[in-house]
């Protein structure tokens, strides 16, 4: 097993479940009422827990708007080069995970209407485990532990796939695309 080379298409997929994990679940956590547009928020609406709910389709455009951006910043990412070590993918990993958070932390000011509570709080929960695995996926590239890192992909690919399925069902589409960095 090649563990010092990491190959263009598991660092697509470490990336892709990084961005996804993040933006899925921040698309659909919630207490704030900034907007991705521009309109309001954007110089510090704080009010996470008094917030009032944003209307179904308030909520879905919002975490619409905030996936694609960061699907933007995704693909614009440059990728590592195919033969890559394991450990020189950890500031492209980072990069990736840093983009997610961040919109992670965008979506989650959204007050979702009750109509998506129940959806809202199973991604929340799947994304408090992607979290520590996508930590777990950097630790082991920064370890060249490219096994480890397959395991954890594999892992995280289960809890994108249930994401994807529940951000589809409530109109999240952008929240729910697969983007790969192109550079």
Do not use: W, Y
């Not at 693909?75 to 394991?86: F, T």
């Amino acid at each position: 097993m090649r563990d010092t080379i990491f190959s263009r298409g598991r660092i697509a997929v470490a990336i892709g479940c990084i961005a996804v994990t993040g933006l899925l679940v921040a698309g659909c956590g919630g207490d704030d009422s900034s907007s991705t547009t521009g309109a309001s928020g954007a110089s510090g609406a704080s009010g996470a827990s008094g917030s009032a709910p944003l209307s179904k389709e308030e909520f879905v455009s919002q975490a619409n708007s905030i996936c694609q951006d960061a699907n933007e910043q995704i693909q614009a990412l440059e990728p590592p080069p195919d033969n890559a070590s394991v450990t020189d993918v950890v500031p492209f990993l980072t990069q990736g995970f840093a983009i997610a958070r961040e919109a992670s932390d965008k979506l989650e000011a959204l007050t979702p209407p009750s109509e998506l509570q129940s959806e809202r709080d199973k991604l929340v929960a799947n994304v408090q485990k992607e979290t520590t695995l996508t930590e777990q996926v950097i630790a082991a590239a920064k370890d060249n532990d490219a096994a480890k890192i397959q395991s954890l992909s594999q892992q995280l690919d289960t809890f994108d796939r249930q994401d994807h399925q529940i951000s589809r069902s409530i109109g999240l589409t952008e929240c729910a695309k697969d983007v790969s960095p192109q550079g």
